[in-house]
C-alpha cells in the first residue's frame, strides 16, 4: 500500500497525495454565481423533503395514488435521465467501435455526464423505493427475479456504470498523476466500451420493456409490444441532442478550459451530430408510422389524446428532424442547438407520455405531481451539476490531457 | 350443449385424439410434483352480501374493522387496511353482490415483475409477499392487470398488502378465513382443477340462473379465484377485455433476446472496430 502511495505521490511532483486531494476538495472560484445563488436554496429545500419523505413514507411528499405507484420520479429522473445519458455508448460507438475520430474530443466530457446522470439518476431511484434498505437483495441474489424486466435493468445500470468509469477512470489518473495507473486503466478502455454498448442497448429498451406488462393500463397510442425498439432508437437522438446541448453551454461557460483547436473543431463535431440525429429520428418517426398504422388506432386520433399525440409526433419529432436535416445542409450551428433543445422537450414528453401521462390516463383520479417531488427532482439534477462542475475544473476533461500522457492514440 | 357442425367436428376430433394417445395420457402415473394449485370458486348467485367474509379477513391479517356497506352506485376498493371488498351493482337482473381481492393468477404479473421474488407464486397456488425480500419498488402495482397490490404510502416502513389466500392458515391445514366465514356457501376452497369442474357443473344444471362463462378460467392465463355471475361480467365491473394469454408472456419476447445481443453484440462491434480500423489513418492522411 505504502508503496502505491509512494509512486502516486513520486508521480505528482513529490506533493503528497493527500494534501494534494485536501487542496482540491477545496471549492474555487466566485461563490455567489446566478446558478449557485438559484441553486443552493433549492438543494436545501430538497434535503429537508427527503428527510420528510424517509421520515413519514413516499406518501407525505409525492402525490402518487394506488393506481399510478410510479410518477415523476421514475418517469422523468430514471426513465427519461437515462435516455439522455444515451450520448455516452452512442459517442463511445462511434469513436472507439467506428474510429470517428473527429468526436474525440468530446468523449471524455460525454462519458462523464453519462456516468454521473446514471448515479444521480438511479440513485433517484432509492429515494423512490419504499424499503431502500433492500436494494442489494437481486444483487446478492435474495432472490435472484430473473423473470423481470427490472431485474435486467437494475444489473445494468450497476454493471454499466461500472463500465462508464472505467471509460472515464485514465482522467481520474492524469488529474492524481498516476501514471501507471493511467496505462492499465486506458488499456480497459475498449473492453468496457463494448461491454458498455452492449449493456446500454439492453437497458435502454429494457425500460421500455419494463410497461410491457401494462398494457391494459397505458394508453393505446403509445402502448405497443414495440415500446422497448423505440426507447432504444430514440434514445440515440436523445443522447446526442444532450451531447449538443451541454457541449454548447460548456464551451461557454468552461471556455477557460477548452483550447483553441478543440474551440475551432467543436462547430464541425455539432454538424456531423445534426446529421446523424436526422438519420436516427428519421427511423424513430418511421417505427413510430408504421406502429401506428398496425394499431389500426385512426379513431382515437380525434380525441383529445389523439391530439396530444399528433403535437408529440409532428412537432416533437418530425419538425426538428427537419431542422437538423435543413441547419446541416446551411452549416447554421444556432439552429442545430435550437433542434437539439426541441428535441429534448420531444424525449421528456415521450417518455412522460409513456409512464406518467399515458399510464392510467383513464383513472379516476389522476396523477399529477406534487411541488415537492418537482423540487426534489431538482435538487438531483442540481447536486449533478455541482458534481459536474466539480470534475470539470479539476481533471482533465474538457481541457488536454497532461504532457506526460503519450497522445498518439489511447 | 347443442350439437352443431363446429362441436360435432370438435368432439371427433376430441375422441380421435384419446383414441390414440388416450392410453399413454391415462397410463401416466401423477407426478407426485405435478403443480396443482388451489384456488377459490366464488358464486355472486349466492353471495347475500353480508360482509362475514371481510369482518373474518380482517381478523385473520390484523387489519382494522371494515368500514362501509356495499351500495349501489358506491365502489369500494382495496386498499393497505382491507384485502376484500364486497360491493353491489345494479344489473339487468337486479342486485348483485361481487367480492373483490387478489385473483391469483396461475402466472401472475406481480412475481414476474418482482426482481427480488418477493411476491411469490407458491406451489400451492396463492400470490404471497415477502417483506424480507420486497424492496417497494411497486413494479407488481404497475405490472398487475387487477390492480390487486397496495402500497402503504404513509409508512416510513411500508409494506405491500394484498390477499394472500390465507397462506399461513392453509399450512396449517385450515381454510382460508373468509371461505370458513361465509355462511351462504358463496365461497368455495379446492384445487382449481375441481372448481372450474364445479363450476361447470352449477352452470350446466342451471342454465338460467347463470351466464355461461367462469370468470378466472381463462383470463390473464387463468386465475385461482373463479367467479360465477348471473349476469355478463361487465355488469359487474370487471374488465372483460383481458387477454386470454398470461401477463409474463408480454415481456417474455424481450427477456429471451437478452442472451442474443449479448451474445452477438461483442463480437459485431468487435468485428465493425477491425473493419473501420483504416478510416483512422485515412483521415489523418486527408488532413
Redesign the interface.
Known amino acids: 500500500m505504502s508503496n502505491i502511495d509512494y509512486t502516486i505521490a513520486k508521480d505528482n511532483d513529490g506533493k503528497s497525495i493527500w494534501k494534494f486531494l485536501v487542496k482540491e476538495l477545496k471549492p474555487r472560484g466566485k461563490f455567489f454565481t446566478p446558478f449557485n445563488i438559484i441553486s443552493i436554496p433549492i438543494m436545501l429545500l430538497g434535503l429537508v423533503l427527503i428527510i420528510i419523505r ?7 411528499i ?1 402525490n ?1 395514488t ?2 399510478v ?2 410518477g415523476l420520479w421514475i418517469g422523468f429522473d430514471v426513465v427519461t435521465g437515462v435516455a439522455f445519458a444515451g450520448g455516452a455508448y452512442v459517442l463511445t ?1 462511434m469513436v ?7 468526436y474525440h474530443s468530446i468523449v471524455r466530457v460525454t462519458v462523464l455526464n453519462g456516468f454521473l446522470a446514471y448515479v444521480f439518476y438511479a440513485g433517484a ?1 432509492l429515494l ?5 434498505w ?2 442489494i ?2 444483487i446478492i441474489g ?4 430473473t ?6 435493468v ?1 444489473w445494468h445500470f450497476l454493471l454499466y456504470m461500472v463500465a462508464e468509469l472505467i471509460e472515464f477512470s485514465p482522467a481520474i489518473a492524469e488529474w492524481l498523476g498516476a501514471r501507471r495507473a493511467r496505462k492499465i486503466l486506458s488499456g480497459m478502455t ?1 473492453a468496457a466500451v ?2 458498455g ?2 449493456l446500454s ?2 437497458h435502454q ?2 425500460l421500455g ?9 397505458i394508453h393505446p397510442l403509445w402502448y405497443s ?1 414495440f415500446i ?1 425498439i423505440l426507447f432504444f432508437v430514440s434514445s440515440i437522438f436523445a443522447g446526442l441532442s444532450m451531447v449538443i446541448f451541454e457541449g454548447s453551454i460548456s464551451q461557454k461557460v468552461f471556455s477557460d478550459q477548452i483550447s483553441e483547436k478543440n474551440h475551432k473543431s467543436h462547430n464541425g463535431i455539432l454538424r456531423g451530430l445534426s446529421k446523424i440525429c436526422t438519420g436516427a429520428m428519421f427511423a424513430y418517426f418511421f417505427l413510430q408510422v408504421l406502429i401506428f398504422v398496425h394499431g389500426k388506432h385512426w379513431g382515437l386520433l380525434n380525441t383529445t389524446m389523439g391530439y396530444w399525440f399528433l403535437v408529440e409526433m409532428i412537432g416533437f419529432v418530425l419538425f426538428p428532424m427537419m431542422l437538423f436535416f435543413y441547419s446541416y445542409r446551411k452549416n447554421n450551428i444556432l439552429l442545430i442547438k435550437v433542434a437539439a433543445l426541441i428535441t429534448m422537450l420531444g424525449i421528456i414528453v415521450n417518455r412522460l407520455n409513456v409512464t406518467v401521462i399515458g399510464f392510467r390516463w383513464d383513472a379516476a383520479v389522476q396523477y399529477f405531481p406534487s411541488w415537492m417531488e418537482i423540487v426534489v427532482t431538482l435538487t438531483v439534477i442540481f447536486t449533478e451539476i455541482w458534481i459536474f462542475r466539480w470534475i470539470i475544473t479539476r481533471m482533465p476533461v474538457l481541457r488536454e490531457s497532461p504532457s506526460w500522457v503519450n497522445k498518439k492514440i489511447d | 350443449m347443442r350439437i352443431d357442425r363446429r362441436n360435432f367436428f370438435r368432439v371427433l376430433g376430441v375422441t380421435g385424439a384419446t383414441l390414440t394417445l388416450g392410453k399413454e395420457v391415462n397410463a401416466t402415473p401423477k407426478n407426485q410434483n405435478e403443480i396443482e394449485f388451489y384456488g377459490i370458486l366464488y358464486d355472486s348467485t349466492r353471495c347475500v352480501g353480508c360482509q362475514s367474509c371481510e369482518i373474518a379477513c380482517a381478523e385473520a391479517n390484523n387489519l382494522p374493522e371494515s368500514e362501509g356497506a356495499p351500495e349501489i352506485g358506491i365502489i369500494r376498493k382495496t386498499d393497505e387496511t382491507r384485502r376484500t371488498v364486497v360491493n353491489a351493482y345494479d344489473t339487468s337482473k337486479g342486485e348483485v353482490y361481487v367480492k373483490r381481492q387478489c385473483m391469483h393468477c396461475n402466472e401472475p404479473a406481480c412475481a414476474a415483475a418482482c426482481l427480488t421474488q418477493a411476491m411469490l407464486k407458491t406451489k400451492e397456488g396463492p400470490v404471497i409477499w415477502r417483506g424480507e425480500k420486497c424492496m417497494g419498488c411497486r413494479y407488481c402495482m404497475v405490472s398487475c392487470p387487477f390492480d390487486v397490490p397496495k402500497f402503504e404510502y404513509h409508512s416510513a416502513n411500508p409494506e405491500i398488502t394484498k390477499c394472500d389466500m390465507c397462506y399461513d392458515r392453509l399450512m396449517e391445514g385450515k381454510m382460508p378465513a373468509c371461505v370458513e366465514a361465509c355462511p351462504a356457501e358463496a365461497l368455495t376452497f379446492g384445487t382449481r382443477r375441481e372448481l372450474v369442474a364445479e363450476a361447470r357443473k352449477r352452470i350446466h344444471e342451471n342454465p338460467d340462473l347463470y351466464v355461461d362463462h367462469i370468470y378466472g378460467e381463462h383470463e390473464a392465463g387463468g386465475t385461482g379465484f373463479l367467479y360465477l355471475s348471473p349476469v355478463p361480467f361487465n355488469e359487474l365491473g370487471f374488465n372483460t377485455k383481458l387477454q386470454k394469454s398470461s401477463y409474463p408472456e408480454l415481456s417474455k419476447g424481450f427477456l429471451y433476446s437478452v442472451p442474443t445481443v449479448f451474445v452477438l453484440w461483442p463480437a459485431l462491434l468487435l468485428g465493425i472496430r477491425e473493419a473501420t480500423k483504416n478510416n483512422h489513418t485515412k483521415e489523418l492522411e486527408n488532413e
Not at chain 1, 54 to 60: P, T
Not at chain 1, 142 to 145: E, H, Q
Open positions: 424517509f421520515w413519514k413514507g413516499l406518501g407525505s409525492t402518487l394506488q393506481e405507484p410510479w460507438f472507439y467501435i467506428l474510429n470517428m475520430r473527429k431511484l423512490d423505493l419504499g424499503r431502500p433492500n436494494v437483495n437481486p435474495n432472490n435472484f427475479g423473470s423481470s424486466v427490472l431485474f435486467l437494475a475498449i463494448i461491454f454498448i452492449t442497448t439492453l429498451s429494457g420493456a419494463l410497461y410491457l406488462m401494462a398494457k391494459d393500463k409490444e422497448p
